[in-house]
């Protein structure tokens, strides 16, 4: 009876087993995704070193939002429309160009401090087209019935990533440097390509619409007529916006905890423990019908964790309300994606993954810079707990605004129902009627 109860709660391995199309993506992005770790935590440091502010941080990853919302909104068209494989090998290519321009910097007698903002901008710009490709293609790679399965897995993977990548950074910038650093990501890269190249053309069904200013205005027609799938994006922005306090982990560990390279190593690491955790133990998920009430607890206990690291001084305690933060987030993670990818037709997964990565990796970007300049302005610890009290009331106006979001269930909204035919409206129309029904 307890080894049956256990095993349920497991993460099922299963569509890793059964599907070898899924077994080369998950190990690539895998691969890539421990390099990019290594880097995040890189940059910040370096910027950090350079400059010795948290608001030069923030804006470090302020500067890739616009590129990475270019990227996504624009690459999603261009995902629905081609080869995804072949997507995913060019943008991971162009991906350690980035990194090698990091890595030939850091390497300089004096390193400049611009090329970490056009290395990581341009490195944004390539990975919001890479994203929307990756994700769609596990609608290609896994039958439907196993697709919450394979997004916890990927979301476990990530997590994972988040986990080591950033541990190793501390150790591999104290004991080899930055240049060696970048080096291992661009590796990574090309590694994540020798997984991709195998895989079969992903041409999206029915060969693909052609890409343009149309087919963006089309994904953007189909969410604005579900209401409750968008509920999840801003509840996410919410969350991150609001309660990402990454900007301030090179201040906190090295100031308030009178840490090294190897304390902010942790401080990045600990949300990702917390999320290997949970995405280990999370075979009872794919049993969850309220997948919307799921998100909605899973953010709030994101906000409290939070706020509760903003004020403690101990750094046990705070890397683990950081990695309890992780484990909800996971949660949420892994639900909204499942929302997503169970309410949208396969021939709209590149345009709305291009969204949804655009709220995804953009919300923090914004958390950054917001954390970042209200630390410079009140002090970090203050930053820290504002800002997981302001995702708290972000989430009460969220619910007054769409109060079905606490009892949408899986599948709610019916894969592939789209709003009634009418006239075609442009980028601009189609956003401002989605912002005046959803925007909180």
């Known amino acids: 009876m307890v080894w049956s109860a256990m095993a349920r709660l497991v993460a099922d391995l299963g569509p890793l087993r059964r599907h070898r199309h899924f077994r080369l993506l998950w190990s690539g992005q895998l691969s890539s995704a421990m390099g990019s770790q290594l880097t995040v935590v890189a940059v910040s440091l370096q910027a950090y070193r350079l400059t010795h502010s948290t608001f030069v941080v923030g804006l470090v990853s302020l500067v890739q939002l616009l590129p990475l919302v270019a990227g996504s ?114 590796a990574s890269f090309l590694v994540a390509i020798a997984f991709t190249l ?29 209401r409750l799938l968008a509920a999840t994006f801003w509840i996410d922005l919410d969350a991150m916006i609001f309660g990402m306090p990454r900007a301030v982990f090179p201040a906190i560990g090295i100031g308030l905890y009178h840490g090294g390279a190897g304390t902010v190593g942790l401080l990045f690491a600990a949300p990702g423990i917390g999320g290997l955790a949970g995405s280990l133990l999370s075979g009872w998920m794919e049993r969850i019908d309220n997948q919307g009430r799921g998100v909605v607890i899973s953010v709030c206990l994101w906000g409290a964790a939070i706020a509760a690291f903003g004020l403690v001084p101990v750094a046990w305690a705070g890397v683990l309300l950081l990695a309890l933060a992780g484990a909800a987030d996971l949660v949420s993670a892994v639900f909204r994606a499942s929302i997503l990818q169970t309410t949208t037709p396969e021939r709209l997964q590149g345009r709305l993954s291009g969204i949804y990565f655009a709220v995804v990796a953009g919300g923090p970007r914004l958390g950054d810079a917001e954390t970042g300049a209200v630390a410079a302005l009140a002090g970090p610890q203050v930053s820290v707990w504002s800002g997981g009290l302001a995702c708290l009331a972000g989430v009460g106006l969220l619910l007054w605004r769409v109060p079905q979001l606490w009892g949408v269930r899986r599948g709610a909204e019916g894969r592939g129902v789209e709003p009634p035919p009418g006239e075609a409206l442009g980028i601009a129309e189609a956003t401002a009627e989605l912002s005046e029904t959803d925007l909180p």
């Open 73 to 186: 909104i624009g690459g999603g068209p261009v995902v629905d429309a081609t080869d995804r494989r072949r997507v995913l090998v060019v943008t991971q290519f162009l991906m350690a160009l980035c990194s090698a321009g990091l890595a030939v910097n850091a390497a300089l007698p004096h390193p400049a401090l611009w090329p970490v903002f056009a290395s990581t901008a341009a490195s944004a710009l390539f990975q919001g087209t890479n994203n929307p490709a990756r994700r769609a293609a596990i609608t290609a790679v896994v039958p439907p019935a196993e697709i919450t399965g394979a997004v916890a897995l990927q979301t476990m993977l990530v997590q994972w990533a988040f986990v080591v990548g950033p541990s190793l950074a501390g150790l591999l910038i104290a004991g080899a440097g930055l240049p060696v650093v970048y080096a291992i990501d661009v």
């Open 198 to 226: 195998p895989l079969p053309p992903l041409v999206p069904e029915g060969g693909g619409r052609r890409a343009g200013v149309e087919s963006i205005a089309e994904g953007l027609r189909f969410l604005r007529g579900q």
